[in-house]
């Protein structure tokens, strides 16, 4: 499976390190930068990883940020993107389980290196559910037709 990521420079450091642990678990991954500290705009970034989601040219997406908030909000401007913004286990096995989160958000400057390895790790393995669930990612995307012109 491809998973795309990209971070700013908030995220850098721990997205430096997450792309190598992707590869180590066995995905391949597309590393949409940033590729440095220097400071960046965490839009350019987000919407990288979001409309490769999005359009469907990739499954999954992680992307990080100083908090994961700025990264959250502009990859669910998206069509069809569910973004989590997550920053303990058990959510991040429920973001796959209950939402399907198609991406997954963290914050570099608020979770260390080996939690954010266990949240990718839970969140890459996991499975979505399914049932009741769905019903209600299907009034999700009514609400994005509604209001996204989809
Ligand atoms: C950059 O300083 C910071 O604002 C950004 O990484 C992120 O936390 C925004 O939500």
Request: aromatic residues 8%; contains cysteine.
């Amino acid at each position: 499976m491809l998973t795309a990521m990209a971070s700013d420079h908030g995220g850098f450091r721990l997205k430096a390190d997450l792309v190598t642990f992707v590869r180590e678990l066995g995905y391949e991954v597309e590393d949409l930068g940033c590729f440095d500290e220097n400071t960046v705009d965490y839009p350019d970034f987000g919407q990288a990883v979001a409309q490769k989601v999005s359009s469907g040219e990739v499954e999954r997406g992680i992307l990080i940020c100083g908090t994961g908030i700025g990264m959250s909000i502009v990859a669910n401007k998206f069509p069809g993107v569910r973004a989590a913004l997550v920053s303990h286990v058990y959510a991040a096995r429920m973001a796959r389980e209950h939402n399907n989160a198609n991406i997954l958000v963290m914050g570099g400057r608020i979770v260390g290196l080996g939690l954010a390895q266990e949240i990718v790790k839970a969140w890459l393995e996991a499975e979505f559910q399914g049932g009741r669930h769905l019903k209600r990612l299907e009034k999700i995307e009514a609400v994005e037709r509604r209001n996204f012109r989809v």
